[in-house]
C-alpha cells in the first residue's frame, strides 16, 4: 500500500506524465458556465498556478504533460448530449457549454502553454473512452502524477483506472480540489490504497533526483 509517508522512488523523467484533470474555463473561469450556475469552487480556482509550476518543471526535465478537456458533444440538432445523472446535478449545463473547439471547452490560460495532448472525455475518468491509455504507451510512459478537478470525481476514477493499467500511480494533493475540503481528504485517504499521495512541492524536488 502506497501512502504520504512512503518515500518515492526515483523517477525516470521522461517516462513520467503529468496528467492534468479537466482545468477548463467552463470549470474555473469568471464567464465560465459553472461561474454562471454558481457552482465554481474556490479551492479549483487557486490550482492553476500551483500545476502550471509543476508542468514547467517536468517539461524541463524531459517529461510529458497531457491534459483531459470534459466534453459535451453536440447531438445532430446542436443541443449538448448530457447524461442524466449530470443534467440532474447540474441543470444550469446549456447549448454551448464545454463544447468542442470552444472557448469554455479549453484548458485554462495558466495550463495551455504547457500541454503536449489534450484528450475530450465524456465521463468521470480520463481513460474512459479516450486515447490516453494509446498516448501514454506510445510515449513510452510508465508513470503517471494525476491532478485536477475534482478529487472525488474526475481525478479518483482516473487514477483507479491508471492502476487498473499497470501504471506506477501519483497523485498530487495540493494539485486537486473538491467541493468540499472533507470529501477531498476523504478521496486522497481513499486513493493512498492504489497510488502514493505526495505535495506538488515534493513530486517538483523528486524530479531534481529522476534519471533522464
Given at each position: 500500500?502506497?501512502?504520504?509517508?512512503?518515500?518515492?522512488?526515483?523517477?525516470?523523467?521522461?517516462?513520467?506524465?503529468?496528467?492534468?484533470?479537466?482545468?477548463?474555463?467552463?470549470?474555473?473561469?469568471?464567464?465560465?458556465a459553472y461561474a454562471r450556475g454558481g457552482a465554481v469552487s474556490a479551492a479549483?480556482?487557486?490550482?492553476?498556478?500551483?500545476?502550471?509550476?509543476?508542468?514547467?518543471?517536468?517539461?524541463?526535465?524531459?517529461?510529458?504533460?497531457?491534459?483531459?478537456?470534459?466534453?459535451?458533444?453536440?447531438?445532430?440538432?446542436?443541443?449538448?448530449?448530457?447524461?442524466?445523472?449530470?443534467?440532474?446535478?447540474?441543470?444550469?449545463?446549456?447549448?454551448?457549454?464545454?463544447?468542442?473547439?470552444?472557448?469554455?471547452?479549453?484548458?485554462?490560460?495558466?495550463?495551455?502553454?504547457?500541454?503536449?495532448?489534450?484528450?475530450?472525455?465524456?465521463?468521470?475518468?480520463?481513460?474512459?473512452?479516450?486515447?490516453?491509455?494509446?498516448?501514454?504507451?506510445?510515449?513510452?510512459?510508465?508513470?503517471?502524477?494525476?491532478?485536477?478537478?475534482?478529487?472525488?470525481?474526475?481525478?479518483?476514477?482516473?487514477?483507479?483506472?491508471?492502476?487498473?493499467?499497470?501504471?506506477?500511480?501519483?497523485?498530487?494533493?495540493?494539485?486537486?480540489?473538491?467541493?468540499?475540503?472533507?470529501?477531498?481528504?476523504?478521496?486522497?485517504?481513499?486513493?493512498?490504497?492504489?497510488?502514493?499521495?505526495?505535495?506538488?512541492?515534493?513530486?517538483?524536488?523528486?524530479?531534481?533526483?529522476?534519471?533522464?
Amino acid at each position: 500500500m502506497s501512502s504520504s509517508d512512503t518515500p518515492l522512488s526515483p523517477l525516470n523523467l521522461r517516462r513520467t506524465a503529468l496528467v492534468i484533470i479537466d482545468l477548463q474555463d467552463d470549470f474555473l473561469a469568471p464567464e465560465g458556465a459553472y461561474a454562471r450556475g454558481g457552482a465554481v469552487s474556490a479551492a479549483a480556482q487557486a490550482l492553476p498556478p500551483r500545476v502550471a509550476a509543476v508542468a514547467q518543471a517536468l517539461k524541463a526535465a524531459g517529461g510529458m504533460v497531457v491534459g483531459s478537456q470534459f466534453t459535451l458533444w453536440p447531438d445532430a440538432q446542436g443541443e449538448p448530449m448530457i447524461s442524466p445523472h449530470l443534467k440532474t446535478l447540474r441543470p444550469f449545463l446549456r447549448r454551448g457549454d464545454f463544447a468542442p473547439g470552444s472557448a469554455g471547452q479549453a484548458m485554462v490560460s495558466d495550463i495551455a502553454p504547457w500541454v503536449d495532448v489534450a484528450v475530450c472525455k465524456v465521463a468521470y475518468s480520463a481513460f474512459f473512452n479516450t486515447q490516453l491509455d494509446w498516448v501514454l504507451r506510445r510515449a513510452g510512459i510508465d508513470t503517471v502524477a494525476v491532478c485536477g478537478i475534482v478529487t472525488n470525481g474526475g481525478v479518483a476514477s482516473t487514477v483507479r483506472d491508471a492502476h487498473m493499467r499497470d501504471y506506477r500511480t501519483l497523485v498530487l494533493s495540493d494539485g486537486c480540489a473538491a467541493f468540499r475540503r472533507e470529501v477531498h481528504d476523504t478521496a486522497l485517504a481513499d486513493m493512498a490504497t492504489v497510488a502514493q499521495v505526495l505535495t506538488c512541492n515534493d513530486f517538483t524536488a523528486a524530479l531534481a533526483a529522476g534519471t533522464p
